[in-house]
């Protein structure tokens, strides 16, 4: 049986639809394309155009990579017959959003959205491209300021020291320019896979795992000898241990390769870049490693210190300030990766190693390490992309399980040396300060009710610290949710936090950015997309909008009514 997918589409949505063809030829190189060529973002008064777009033999064939995200769900039955038919049969269309007069101004919160983590492949291909092209037309549609894409380290430079393919990225950044969405571009110097949420593997590049194969100590090491291969150990920053680079030099090497790639995008489709500075791309210690069962929720982790680089920085710094006998090893009563503070002797609230001499004279070297490294991949990052009209964002962890104990163990594992009577954010925010530089943090969605009590979590208070530290340091707070959730609790939760209303905000500044967790097919079902197009909009107006919530919620139906085709699409080619 035949269907007129124009006329479905159009039927669904309320409106005709009309067809035109394309200008331009699709998987065009990036390349030839100059800075004056680049289309501006769309502005206020935009209009849908459904294009027809030329296809090529095989273009949309979907491209084998063993990093392809698990299917999520099984297929709606709501879904209508010719969305379905529509994604087996036809290309997707591209949806032409036309500005008309000045481009739109936010007055609230510009949101994002994260990308799938395999959205480009092992073959250096777009990954699910009829898929990735409809979805990135509902985002616009439901007013979506942009998205976030990991850029991978271990994909680029995979086979050869400076030897970049951007394959696969290129075409990704067109596809987001063409549909008028900006992009967070993500330095990713991480491994992918053993961390939460990690759909797919991507290792570190081959010619540096070898390096690590041929020392092991270039990982990060417990004071029980377990190695943790997704981030190299900032003990051997300066050291040329990478073929002849050191792993900062490396780091700066990619970040150059991609400002010359991409430099006709900077400033207008990309507009921000997150340098990557750990474990899931969090400037921290993974001291909380899942991937592998050593570690599960609400452990207090272990100090990552043991490898014989991090071990001569101590022996060094222990001698200088005139205590070598506290420079042979880390602490060794911190317990284990799943115990809780009161379990041992470092960590217990009374008479706790944390509050000895010993205790701080330790963790304030082992958290200045962190702060050290930091410095030095940011002093990078500012002057490769200054004055390339992009920001710079760097992603600390929300670690707010025992948020409510003295000693805060898992915050101090991780390199965070906040306590009961110390604040640990302050210093990251003040260095962020000094390049300019954003502070991202996650956990924004989270109640304090919603975490288990026993453990003493307290995301909200964590979140509320963190932002009178950026106040105070002046360096700009954006957000993340820690986890996927799709209910209206939790995106009220985000409207709240993102609104900054704490003492001394009498500016009334918000959040600069959200980033959503994550384009996936849930998001597309259909009570999950309203809920989502209506956060959207309420968090665009921002919190001193003059829209009541019922105009809102109007204004969020229509959205949903329009995009109800795309969506349907997208849900359907996702999970396929």
């Known amino acids: 049986m035949a269907f007129s997918i124009t006329h479905q589409m159009g039927a669904l949505a309320g409106t005709p639809l009309s067809v035109t063809e394309p200008t331009t030829t699709p998987g065009e190189s990036t390349a030839s394309v100059s800075a004056s060529a680049v289309r501006k973002s769309p502005g206020t008064s935009l209009t849908c155009k459904i294009q027809k777009p030329e296809v090529k033999d095989g273009m949309l064939t979907p491209p084998l990579s063993p990093c392809r995200s698990p299917v999520l769900g099984a297929t709606r039955p709501d879904l209508s017959v010719a969305c379905q038919a529509y994604a087996a049969e036809a290309e997707a269309p591209v949806l032409e959003h036309e500005a008309r007069g000045k481009r739109e101004t936010v007055n609230g919160v510009p949101v994002f959205v994260m990308m799938p983590l395999d959205s480009v492949t092992m073959n250096h291909t777009v990954n699910r491209k009829k898929a990735m092209n409809a979805s990135l037309q509902a985002l616009k549609s439901a007013g979506v300021e942009g998205i976030m894409m990991d850029v991978w380290w271990g994909l680029v430079e995979r086979d050869a020291p400076g030897a970049y393919n951007w394959g696969g990225y290129a075409e990704l950044l067109e596809m987001a320019k063409k549909h008028g969405l900006k992009v967070q571009a993500v330095m990713s110097f991480h491994q992918c896979g053993g961390n939460v949420g990690d759909s797919c593997t991507i290792p570190l590049p081959s010619w540096v795992v070898e390096e690590v194969s041929n020392d092991p100590d270039l990982a990060y090491t417990d004071q029980w000898g377990n190695r943790n291969y997704e981030y190299l150990s900032l003990g051997a920053d300066a050291l040329p241990v990478l073929k002849g680079r050191t792993p900062v030099q490396c780091y700066a090497d990619f970040m150059r390769a991609f400002r010359d790639n991409f430099k006709h995008l900077l400033g207008d489709t990309i507009v921000e870049i997150q340098v990557g500075m750990g474990p899931a791309g969090e400037l921290r210690y993974p001291s909380y490693p899942e991937g592998d069962g050593r ?11 043991f490898d014989k680089y991090m071990l001569s920085s101590l022996k060094a710094y ?4 005139g205590k070598p006998e506290w420079g042979s090893t880390g602490p060794t009563d911190a317990g284990h990766y799943n115990n809780w503070p009161e379990d041992t002797p470092f960590f ?43 920001k710079i964002s760097v992603k600390v962890a929300g670690i707010h399980w025992h948020y409510g104990t003295r000693s805060h163990a898992p915050e101090l594992t991780a390199g965070y040396y906040n306590t009961r009577f110390r604040d640990g954010y302050l210093p990251i925010a003040q260095m962020l300060a000094r390049h300019g530089a954003v502070f991202n943090f996650t ?80 998001l597309f079902q259909a009570d999950n997309w309203r809920r989502f197009v209506s956060f959207v909009k309420k968090m665009k107006e921002g919190k001193n909008t003059q829209k009541c919530r019922e105009q809102l919620e109007r204004e969020a139906e229509h959205f949903v009514h329009v995009t109800t085709p795309l969506v349907q699409e997208a849900a359907v080619a996702l999970m396929h």
Not at 318 to 321: F, I, L, N, P
């Open 295 to 305: 570690w599960s929720f609400p452990g207090i982790g272990a100090f990552q210190c």
């Open 318 to 321: 222990c001698e200088s300030e």
């Open 348 to 390: 217990r609230r009374e008479g706790g190693g944390w509050n000895s001499s010993y205790g701080e004279f330790f963790l304030g070297w082992y958290s200045q390490l962190l702060l050290d490294h930091g410095e030095r991949i940011l002093s990078s990052a500012k002057s490769i992309y200054e004055n390339e009209g992009v």
């Open 443 to 522: 956990c924004i969605e989270m109640h304090d009710h919603e975490q288990p009590q026993d453990a003493q979590c307290s995301p909200e208070k964590l979140v509320r610290q963190v932002a009178l530290a950026t106040q105070k340091a002046g360096v700009p707070l954006a957000g993340e949710n820690a986890l996927p959730r799709y209910d209206d609790y939790a995106h009220e939760q985000i409207l709240q936090a993102s609104a900054l209303n704490i003492e001394g905000n009498t500016e009334g500044k918000q959040m600069c950015a959200f980033t959503y967790l994550r384009m996936n097919p849930q």
